[in-house]
């Protein structure tokens, strides 16, 4: 994919449309560390002000939300894209969840059941790590899913996406983009560095092993589910700090277009102040 102008909008230069970009490209934005570093402190500055205004709106009696949804193979930095990320906004309007393997009393129930349960309230940024596409990419490479049960699934979280969106929701759905050579460098790097080792997982050498089965399972996803209101988006993450100057452009560009409101308060500020300057210290 070539890298577009600098004033395309994120959004466009990495909507999923064909062919995905290279997990070490640079299809838009900064092409050097210390700029991106630099731009992400910008977008902190934006980011965190939007946010407020979509909480404050949500207090106010506000309908909408987002709902960033993150999925990737191991080691693309999705728990480092929240902290990244997220970091730079107040906690009190996220709701963050990491989906793992369904307990087993959550496979008595459909398998959008617990997904439901996180879902952001008004005013919030919601955040999955990974989420209910889970629950057709492993199913299908692990050979549990028939074709008419995947086109089921297909068709079920279309509509439960629209759903969201049509209750106020916009969702934000990211395929962070690794290469298998930067993933065997992180895997590695997990072993040799003694605080790093509790990210290991001996099962991803596993998932590693189905790599192919894996990216046919994504680009069958992006095909299906990629619509009008909740597209796809590939974020080259061969280079942590594209990675996480990019989600936040996409979170950004996609709250400015929210424009969301400071609510009106339901008294007099003028009379309020006036009040106050009456108000002396306490005794």
Do not use: C
């Amino acid at each position: 994919m070539a890298k577009k102008d600098a004033g395309s909008r994120v959004r466009d230069a990495l909507r999923i449309d064909g062919e995905l970009p290279d997990p070490g490209s640079i299809p838009v934005g900064p092409g050097k560390k210390a700029k991106a570093l630099a731009k992400l402190g910008d977008a902190a500055d934006r980011l965190s002000a939007l946010q407020e205004a979509l909480f404050a709106e949500g207090v106010g009696g506000g309908r909408r939300s987002v709902l960033l949804v993150l999925q990737g193979m191991d080691t693309s930095g999705k728990g480092g894209t929240v902290s990244h990320v997220l970091g730079l906004v107040n906690p009190m309007g996220v709701r963050y969840a990491a989906f793992k393997k369904p307990t087993a009393a959550e496979q008595r129930h459909h398998y959008l059941w617990r997904i439901r349960k996180q879902l952001p309230a008004p005013g919030q940024i919601g955040v999955f790590d990974r989420s209910h596409y889970e629950d057709i990419l492993v199913p299908r490479v692990n050979g549990l899913l028939t074709a008419a049960e995947r086109r089921r699934r297909y068709a079920e979280l279309n509509a439960f996406e629209k759903e969201l969106t049509e209750a106020g929701t916009t969702v934000v759905k990211v395929f962070l983009h690794i290469s298998p050579e930067e993933q065997l460098k992180r895997l590695k790097a997990r072993l040799v560095t003694p605080e790093k080792r509790w990210k290991y997982n001996p099962g991803d050498l596993e998932a590693r092993g189905h790599w192919p089965a894996y990216q046919q399972a994504y680009a069958d996803i992006f095909e299906k589910t990629s619509t009008a209101h909740a597209p796809w988006y590939a974020v080259p993450a061969d280079h942590k700090w594209y990675r996480n100057w990019a989600v936040a452009e996409l979170l950004v560009e996609t709250l400015a277009e929210l424009a969301p409101r400071f609510p009106e308060p339901g008294f007099d500020a003028g009379a309020e102040l006036a009040r106050l300057k009456g108000v002396g210290v306490p005794a």
